[in-house]
């Protein structure tokens, strides 16, 4: 092997089969090689792992960073800091943002965003709304790695039946998976009732599994169940996955 840029030595490194002592050899920010000390290459940089563990980077499939247009919650900058601090190398972030992931333009504006300001890898979901069903083939174009729906009262990109099924039928076409916010509305407008006179009331207490009085399990599991039946890969569940 010729050189590298950089070489991790003599770490316990976590792989698929256990915990070794190894040492990595990086070329050009990837791994290239993981060996004993006497086989590895030269190296411009060298650090020294002894005694410590050396992880694969973690992907997080699910993040909300709030820019463009509600960057008083969070932004792209603070947020892929805080990722790389805690060990999370490539995050996946959601689309409803001001302007939302919905066309091909607010994709550009994000992607503008996240190339000035990540500190890590990244990908987009793209929207799967009411009214942008004839853009989705564009944010695949342009390189969504997914697409996210809201089926509770999100006013950013609610839908309904029709349009759900519609939308996973062009998911299906474009090869891109779905993921599904599984809420019910009309039953979280109405959970006081349940929480009064339904013994499967939702609990308030912060140690158990409920979200929120305002959020019944039902609500969640009945959206889910809709879900799962307008998918047209009805023998590959999988490419509906709930958040």
């Not at 919650?73 to 972030?93: C, I, M, N, P, Y």
């Not at 499967?200 to 609500?219: G, K, Q, V």
């Amino acid at each position: 092997m010729d050189g590298v840029d950089l070489i991790v030595r003599g770490g316990m490194v976590v792989v698929p089969g256990g915990i070794v002592r190894a040492s990595l050899a990086v070329r050009d920010g990837v791994i290239v090689g993981v060996s004993d000390d006497d086989a590895l290459p030269r190296a411009r940089e060298i650090i020294d792992a002894s005694g410590r563990h050396v992880i694969p980077g973690i992907v997080d499939p699910h993040v909300h960073f709030r820019s463009p247009g509600f960057e008083y919650k969070e932004d792209w900058a603070t947020g892929t800091s805080a990722a790389a601090f805690g060990g999370v190398t490539t995050v996946l972030e959601m689309p409803n943002s001001d302007p939302p992931t919905a066309t091909a333009e607010g994709l550009r504006v994000k992607q503008a965003i996240a190339a000035r300001d990540a500190y890590v890898d990244y990908g987009l979901y793209g929207m799967l709304g009411q009214g942008n069903l004839d853009a989705l083939a564009d944010l695949a174009r342009d390189g969504v790695i997914g697409l996210k729906c809201f089926m509770g009262n999100n006013p950013i990109g609610h839908l309904d039946d029709g349009a759900l099924l519609e939308g996973f039928e062009i998911a299906a076409r474009l090869g891109l998976r779905v993921a599904v916010h599984a809420e019910n509305a009309t039953i979280m407008i109405r959970s006081p009732i349940w929480s009064r006179d339904r013994p499967c009331a939702p609990s308030t207490r912060w140690d158990e599994p409920s979200r929120s009085p305002r959020r019944p399990a039902l609500a969640c599991t009945s959206r889910t169940r809709a879900a799962r039946t307008r998918c047209p890969s009805s023998d590959r569940p999988r490419r509906a996955a709930s958040t």
